[in-house]
């Protein structure tokens, strides 16, 4: 039985890659010395990387670590991104864009996107990407930072990074040693447990070292060495709502402009992704291996590739879903050996940016009190499932009919919460939403809208303001926002002077 109260003493850290590395990082710098923190990872067994895109949180996990953007995305060869476009989602030959920010500018006391809804009703305004500051940017193929004056129209987009995860975990090793990490090179075999509480004591490593801990942090990816193979914790399997099982990614080279913004193109048993960084672009083709063989995913995408790959394809499977637990007595799993869910909204890095922030928020002592363990669970699930929703929505808002896999997600049922939030929407025009969303009211409504939910009828509300001069303040706003763009740097002009990377 442990002490009462006793501090933790040594944190043990299974797999590097964005996962080990991010938590040791931050782990070092939330405990400053405390804890002897030791990672244990194999360059035999290699990590999976796919997540190069990301949301703007991950700006806060840096700034939280100390890290300098400039020389962030120099040492990662990062580039910037404004939001994604989706392109054939609701229909061949249809797009639009999920932008990072607000739409238009508010003018009255209702939002913004209610007075849009009532003109759309009334057959009066175009699409929302036509006030979205964001979209203006990316498809100018500019940038620079947001505006910190909140009466300018340059201060109502937010911003995000592309970057080589592989870069990020090296960067991240770096700055972990330095504050006092151990990295252990090898391979884990075996795992000990206490007789009476079944915490884990020490990991037993192929040549016969062995490292004890108070606190194991699993990141060995989908396999799960300790919180499934060890634990036996159990998965729960969401394939049903998302049915993509499989991916395979290519990295090529890039003479395109180049672009600050993930394209996500739907395909017919799926989607593929385009991330655009200084010195390449990832790409790659998740789909659903019951409506697509592998062979012909890779030559699909190879098809798709702006140039020829710079390396050659790499093949992924995976099962949507998440662990019944991610906090398992003494061992919290963080990244791919927590859950997965496909990297269609960029949530990867952000799981495991708020898995380890929420650890640090509860971070036990040698007791591993139920009440942390089961407050840490609650809330991780919660966030899951609530991205998990706005995942499918993406699939089930779709007027693609000529393929199978399309036809199948078109017609299956969904969480009832994700059907309530729909029901609302079309009904009133209503966003209806857990204040602790991730995705916020611009998200749904990018998504509502542009994958074909138009409301019935406008917010009640916005049609009794009949003295608002709501076609003149639109106006004023996209003139706005065309003189602002003008004015900015193109994209990679910014980055060269800002961050240019040395693999350019």
Not at 189 to 211: E, H
Not at 246 to 272: E, F, I, M, N
Request: one cysteine or more; proline letters at 5%; a neutral charge.
């Amino acid at each position: 039985m442990q002490g009462h109260n006793a501090p933790i003493e040594r944190i043990v850290i299974l797999g590097g890659g964005s996962a080990g590395w991010m938590a040791a990082a931050a782990l070092a710098n939330g405990s400053q010395g405390s804890c002897k923190i030791t990672l244990i990872e194999s360059e035999e067994i290699g990590t999976i990387g796919v997540g190069e895109a990301t949301i703007p949180p991950v700006r806060h996990f840096n700034a939280r670590l100390g890290i300098d953007e400039a020389t962030f995305l120099r040492e990662t060869s990062g580039t910037f991104k404004l939001g994604i476009e989706f392109i054939n989602w609701t229909r061949e030959g249809h797009a639009y864009f999920h932008p990072f920010g607000q739409y238009g500018a508010e003018f009255d006391d209702l939002p913004f996107y209610q007075y849009w809804i009532r003109e759309k009703v009334a057959g009066r305004a175009g699409p929302p990407d036509e006030f979205s500051m964001a979209w203006a940017v990316a498809k100018a193929g500019r940038f620079e930072h947001p505006s910190k004056d909140r009466r300018q129209i340059q201060s109502t987009f937010d911003y995000a990074y592309h970057f080589d995860a592989g870069l990020y975990a090296k960067y991240l090793r770096g700055y972990s040693e330095a504050r006092g990490v151990s990295r252990v090179e090898g391979r884990v075999v075996s795992a000990t447990q206490d007789p009476a509480t079944g915490f884990i004591r020490s990991v037993a490593l192929s040549d016969g070292r062995t490292f004890e801990g108070d606190l194991f942090i699993d990141c060995t990816g989908f396999f799960g060495f300790l919180i499934e193979k060890t634990l036996q914790t159990g998965y729960e399997d969401w394939s049903h709502w998302l049915p993509c099982n499989r991916a395979v990614a290519a990295p090529c080279k890039s003479d395109q402009p180049l672009h600050p913004y993930t394209k996500s193109t739907a395909k017919a048993a799926g989607w593929q992704w385009r991330i655009p960084l200084q010195h390449r672009v990832g790409n790659g083709y998740v789909y659903c291996s019951s409506f697509l063989s592998a062979e012909d995913a890779e030559a699909e995408l190879r098809r798709s590739l702006d140039n020829e790959p710079l390396a050659e394809p790499r093949h992924i499977h995976f099962v949507t879903g998440r662990r019944k637990k991610f906090w398992n007595k003494n061992c919290v799993a963080i990244g791919l050996s927590a859950g997965f869910m496909e990297p269609l909204e960029s949530t990867s890095l952000h799981l495991i940016q708020y898995g380890i922030l929420r650890l640090l928020a509860l971070f036990p002592d040698k007791q591993m009190s139920p009440l942390l363990i089961d407050e840490y669970n609650a809330l991780t699930a919660a966030e899951y499932e609530r991205i998990r929703d706005f995942l499918i929505l993406h699939y089930k808002a779709t007027e693609r009919r000529s393929d199978e896999f399309w036809r199948y997600c078109a017609t299956m049922e969904i969480p009832d919460r994700l059907q309530y939030k729909i029901d609302h929407f079309r009904s009133h025009g209503i966003i209806v939403s857990d204040e602790r969303e991730l995705f916020s009211n611009p998200s749904w409504i990018a998504v509502l809208i542009g994958q074909g939910i138009i409301p019935e009828r406008a917010p009640a509300l916005s049609g009794l303001r009949k003295d608002v001069p709501v076609a003149e303040r639109m106006a004023q706003i996209r003139a706005a926002m065309t003189e602002a763009v003008a004015a900015m740097p193109g994209h990679r002009d910014f980055l060269n002077a800002y961050s240019r990377s040395d693999l350019q």
